[in-house]
């Protein structure tokens, strides 16, 4: 199956082919309908939250249809509860399970999660869902809209008539706007896109622009001087925390959802003057995910979805997360095709990472990259059936090129196919993964036949790459892997053996 990998803090996502899971006893294997993408992410990739599980594939917003593994569910659609509580401490038995000590591997934060064709996930985590819930619709009620719920209703207590700030309008954001309103509560959304802002207003709330002034002032004003009840921080920046707790009244009510790499300082004095209550809110319970559901069901809540990519498109929409352009909640669909710039942008440059950082002689191995075909993912690769040769190119080789490029994307092992955009490291085949070759410390150029039984071409390669019996990838040093287009190298010519 296909999975979208984290390798690490730090390091980009990957798509790898990886074996379906097999469910053990009290599990179920779902096959992903959708996964909402979660700033979660980001804090895996940045280091903020390390869970010292990796490599991870995430996603914990999971919906999925039981394929395997509980004979009473298969065929049904369910939706993940991303905890696991063990059911037996004292704060389980009082219903608080969401901080439970003995809490097991968690779906997408410390163990496999959704950014994958299949995922496994205990029984006692699932969810029915009503035929009526699309399944894109509905896999960010398990994290946004559930994070909401509880923040509002068990932490803030928020009662009708107060009035809310919530402070970061995202996909966690837009719930609770809705959630706040459905309270009977006076809702101010703050936020700096003007996309998220009008989605806000859309959904009821008064909006303060903080990119066009100071919001402490904005909320300050629209409350007659006095302050609000709440302020929801779901951003936790070094601006976000200092202006959330000057916008709350007397006996203010501050809670933390978002968090990052900044640090809230303040001195107690400006606490105790006002008598300000700090909160903090980690998730939600199964029986509010359960309620969750059952409002979405009911038409009462929705999360705003902008828009749906293909595990390919993992990375774009992480990124697309980071900078803000998200407006809604982005989801991934693993059904989906992806788009050609997604196949290029994605597995293309992640297959260049896993050589290089495999291969053991990979510092001598410059300038140049070489990716052998069979590590290309020709199921997600598309091939365009004609392309313009340089003038540069030996006409042996734009030969082959004109072959290759009139065939289905699949090749054989020995086309010589550059494949080569502005944004990827261009791609070549000429060996067979059956033969592979390695770093030797020879120098000048040899032919090596090509040990695949579909041609008779032989393919001349530096005599410092020796050949094995392995299926080792093969990185010649015969192409600058930061080139942006295809220039053969002299020992980089097909022939016909004589």
């Known amino acids: ?29 779902l096959r992903v309908l959708a996964a909402g993408v979660c700033h979660t992410e980001l804090q895996l990739i940045e280091g903020n939250l390390n869970p010292g599980v990796w490599p991870l594939t995430p996603g914990h917003e999971i919906v999925g249809e ?40 968690q779906p997408g934060l410390s163990t496999d999660g959704g950014f994958a064709e299949y995922v496994c996930v205990p029984v006692e985590c699932l969810v029915a869902l009503a035929d009526t819930l699309d399944p894109v619709e509905a896999a960010p009620l398990g994290c946004a809209a559930a994070t909401a719920f509880h923040a509002l209703h068990s932490v803030a207590g928020v009662q009708p008539g107060e009035s809310v700030a919530v402070y970061g309008i995202g996909g966690l954001g837009l719930p609770l706007i809705q959630l706040g309103l459905a309270r009977g509560a006076r809702v101010l959304a703050i936020g700096r896109s003007p996309g ?20 402490v002032l904005d909320v300050r004003r629209l409350t007659r001087g006095e302050g609000v009840h709440v302020v929801f921080d779901l951003v936790g920046s070094d601006e976000s925390m200092p202006a959330a707790l000057q916008m709350l009244r007397r006996q203010g009510r501050l809670v933390f959802v978002g968090y990052g790499s900044a640090r809230f300082q303040v001195n107690p004095l400006q606490l105790v003057l006002r008598e300000t209550r700090l909160f903090s809110s980690l998730g ?13 069901a009911a038409g009462a809540l929705r999360v705003p979805i902008a828009a749906s990519y293909a595990l390919e498109g993992v990375a774009k929409a992480l990124e697309s997360l980071r900078t803000g352009q998200v407006v809604g909640r982005a989801v991934v669909v693993p059904a989906l095709a992806p788009r050609h710039a997604e196949a290029r942008e994605t597995a293309f440059p992640s297959k260049v990472h896993v050589i290089l950082s495999n291969e053991a002689s990979a510092s001598r191995l410059t300038p140049g990259v070489w990716i052998l075909r069979k590590l290309t993912m020709t199921r997600n690769l598309v091939m365009p059936r004609r392309r313009s040769r340089p003038s540069s190119w030996p006409s042996s080789i734009a030969a082959s090129t004109r072959r290759a490029m009139m065939r289905s994307s699949t090749l054989s092992p020995c086309d010589c196919s550059p494949i080569s955009s502005p944004t990827t490291v261009p791609i070549v085949c000429c060996a067979s993964a059956a033969g592979g070759y390695q770093p030797a410390s020879h120098t000048g150029a040899r032919s090596h036949p090509c040990p695949s039984p579909h041609s008779k071409k032989r393919c001349s390669l530096p005599s410092q790459l020796t050949a094995r019996s392995s299926s080792t990838p093969v990185v010649p040093p015969c192409q600058s892997a930061k080139a942006a287009t295809f220039t053969p190298a002299s020992g980089c010519t097909t022939a016909t053996p004589s």
């Open 284 to 296: 939600n319970t199964r029986a509010e995910l359960r309620e969750v559901v059952r409002l979405a």
């Open 196 to 215: 998220k802002l009008a989605l806000a207003r859309e959904l009821g709330a008064e909006v303060v622009d903080a990119s066009a002034g100071d919001p």
């Open 1 to 29: 199956m296909r999975a979208m990998r984290l390798e690490g803090p730090g390091l980009a996502p990957r798509l790898e082919m990886l074996p379906v899971p097999r469910p053990r006893e009290g599990e179920a294997l």
């Open 66 to 105: 039981v394929v395997a593994g509980a004979p009473e569910l298969l065929g049904q659609r369910v939706l993940v509860y991303d905890g696991r509580p063990c059911g037996e401490c004292a704060w389980c038995a009082q219903d608080q399970e969401q901080v439970c000590p003995n809490a097991g591997a």
